[in-house]
């Protein structure tokens, strides 16, 4: 199998599955536990806690692990005033703004962020939004979809400075750009540990010191007393490795994905009627979206799944529809040619091998013989 869909799921690294095993047999006493085999699964979070806190700057201090990006992300909204002005961008991750239209039907007054042509935010559109004077705004850093990259440094120093409090998902961003949390000024930071090469079901919120978090889970002192519940002490080690490994190797796996994305786009272009979404803008440099007049991208999916490939139709939270996309109608795409959108996000076993056979492949389901 061809895999094309990193933005979906990455492959446990083999070393981050050596560093689990022991922790899934011989080691699997509770970190609350005081005694010879909770102190040492205590010591191996605190190690973990330690990796993921280098990779983006923060304190480990500053890290509430959770069961993955969509709990992280709800726990930052459950974290906004009560009864306060949200602000999120229109292209967000289903798990922020299902919360935040959740929030707004509970009372809260929620804005949405208007986003261009090319998926960005401009300074008109917050310009707007600041004149309201939001409590709390989300900003994704990079989108999932079509991997375009927000100037969230800029526009959380403006927020900052009328006193709203700022959450960024960077659960795509990841592994893949530098994400340093102190200078993107946010106070909340949403990330995932199965987009780098981790194992799924662990995540983390990022919080700077003195931001109110409100938990959704009680019962427990774990976290910080921030997200009660005996940690996935396995999954929690395998995501502490897996940002090791991305901090040692970021300027490897950007120049590698760079250059696949390269010679896909080249390729790509050369297809009639093919539009690549947001191409030229900052995009993370694994993603391509692009839609082709006059074909279902659901369907043309399922013929590629058919011929070993794998790629995806958009967020894999929230395919499973036939309608098109929000990201791309948000961008002023036409719902037809969205409905034929593909994403390819690559990822550090692809080849450019790889690449060229799904063009060939690609091409003869377009113009079949």
């Known amino acids: ?56 700057n923060a304190q480990a201090s500053q890290i509430i692990f959770t069961s ?14 009560p009864l ?10 289903p798990s922020v703004s299902e919360p935040a239209a959740d929030l707004k039907r509970k009372g809260y007054d929620l804005t949405v962020i208007e986003v261009d042509n090319n998926g960005l935010l401009s300074q008109a559109a917050i310009d707007k939004v600041i004149a309201n004077r939001p409590d709390f705004v989300s ?40 994400v340093n949390f102190e200078q993107l000024g946010v106070q909340l930071m949403t990330l995932s540990s199965h987009k780098l090469y981790g194992p799924k079901g662990c995540g983390a919120l990022i919080f700077a010191k003195g931001s109110s978090i409100t938990p959704m889970l009680l019962g427990g002192g774990q976290e910080q007393g921030y997200r009660a519940g005996t940690e996935n002490v396995a999954a929690i080690v395998g995501f502490g490795k897996a940002a090791e490994l991305a901090h040692a190797e970021l300027v490897f796996r ?35 979206q692009f839609g082709i007049e006059g074909m279902d991208g659901e369907m043309l999916l ?12 958009g967020s894999a939270c929230a395919s499973g529809g036939s309608a098109p996309s929000p990201v791309l109608l948000a961008m002023g795409v036409e719902a037809s040619l969205a409905k034929s959108a593909l994403r390819i996000s690559l990822g550090l076993n692809n080849t450019k091998a790889e690449i060229l056979e799904f063009i060939t492949v690609l091409k003869s389901l377009i113009n079949p013989a």
């Not at 446990?12 to 609350?32: K, R, T, W």
């Not at 990259?149 to 120093?157: N, P, S």
């Not at 803008?281 to 391509?288: F, G």
């Not at 399922?302 to 139709?313: C, E, F, P, R, T």
Request: proline residues 5%; without cysteine.
């Open 68 to 81: 993955g990006g969509t709990e992280a992300n709800n726990l930052a909204l459950q974290s906004a005033p």
């Open 254 to 288: 950007n120049e590698h994905l760079s250059q696949l994305r390269t010679l896909l786009e080249s390729q790509l272009l050369s297809i009639p009627s093919l539009t690549i979404f947001a191409q030229h803008t900052q995009r993370l440099p694994n993603t391509v």
């Open 139 to 178: 900003i994704m850093l990079a989108n999932n979809e079509t991997g375009v990259i927000q100037d969230v440094v800029h526009y959380a120093g403006q927020f900052a400075a009328i006193g709203a409090l700022v959450h960024t998902d960077a659960v795509q961003a990841l592994g893949k750009i530098p």
């Open 1 to 56: 199998m061809i895999y094309l869909d990193h933005n979906a799921t990455t492959p446990i690294h083999p070393d981050v599955l050596e560093a689990m095993l022991p922790f899934l047999g011989a080691f699997y006493g509770n970190p609350s536990s005081l005694y010879r085999h909770g102190r040492l699964t205590r010591s191996a979070i605190d190690t973990a806690r330690n990796q993921v806190a280098t990779l983006v």
């Open 84 to 93: 306060g002005k949200l602000a999120i961008s229109a292209i967000e991750h």
């Open 302 to 313: 399922m013929k590629l799944d058919q011929k070993g490939i794998a790629v995806s139709s």
